[in-house]
């Protein structure tokens, strides 16, 4: 019964590769987000979509390309990975493009080596 | 520039104790305020939220805040800690459309 479930929840790969991240709701919300939180735990937004419309987009690497296939999933590639990818990558829901009903995920922790 | 200031870094409190972690924004506006607790390799869990009306919030487990338009603060707390509230604590302030912008959290250690 998990609200926003993402995998996997570890990841461990080389520098180079490409490398996906899958997030699901099931609240039934339309608008999805992307947070990353570095090694000191800052905590920082990547990318919303509403309705798989593209609204936020902050100042991301064109190295991570987020992907909406409909509106309960919102998946996280990421070419060419640099160590300083490392991070836990947080997807998270709401219902509108507002933090009423703000739903994280566990998030995903990608060790880049 | 907007901001969301945790002025401490690490809080060591002894179980039983009052805890309070403050939380100050710089924004043009009244945004929606936040706080989330993160416990050691997990998600994030809000505690509380404030949009309007009353200024004194309740959250889960024992939690309230008070926000202070005067002194743009939103200060998160707890009358008596237990071990289980060890954990990793962020405010956060939704600047626009969802966007949520994070305090750089404050580390709670409880002590027995």
């Known amino acids: 019964d998990t609200a926003v479930s993402q995998t996997p929840k570890y990841l461990v790969t080389q520098m180079g590769n490409d490398k996906s991240i899958k997030c699901e709701q099931n609240l039934g919300h339309d608008t999805m987000y992307w947070y990353k939180q570095d090694s000191k735990k800052f905590l920082k937004i990547m990318f919303s979509y509403n309705n798989k419309e593209l609204i936020i987009n902050e100042t991301v690497p064109n190295r991570f390309s987020p992907k909406s296939p409909d509106k309960a999933h919102l998946n996280l590639h990421i070419n060419s990975l640099e160590l300083g990818d490392s991070a836990v990558y947080f997807c998270?829901?709401?219902?509108?493009?507002?933090?009423?009903?703000?739903?994280f995920g566990s998030g995903t922790r990608l060790t880049v080596v | 520039a907007q901001s969301v200031t945790q002025p401490d870094i690490h809080i060591t409190v002894s179980e039983g104790a009052s805890l309070e972690l403050r939380c100050n924004y710089s924004?043009?506006?009244?945004?929606?305020l936040f706080w989330y607790v993160q416990s050691p390799g997990q998600g994030l869990q809000l505690l509380l939220k404030?949009?309007?009306?009353?200024?004194l919030v309740q959250g889960i487990k024992g939690f309230e805040a008070e926000f202070k338009r005067s002194q743009s603060s939103f200060n998160l707390r707890k009358p008596s800690v237990h071990w289980s509230d060890a954990a990793e604590y962020f405010c956060a302030v939704d600047l626009v459309r969802g966007k949520l912008q994070f305090g750089a959290g404050t580390q709670v250690v409880v002590t027995p």
């Open positions: 998270a829901s709401s219902q509108g493009t507002g933090s009423v009903r703000y739903t």
């Open positions: 404030y949009f309007s009306g009353d200024t």
């Open positions: 924004y043009g506006a009244t945004p929606y």
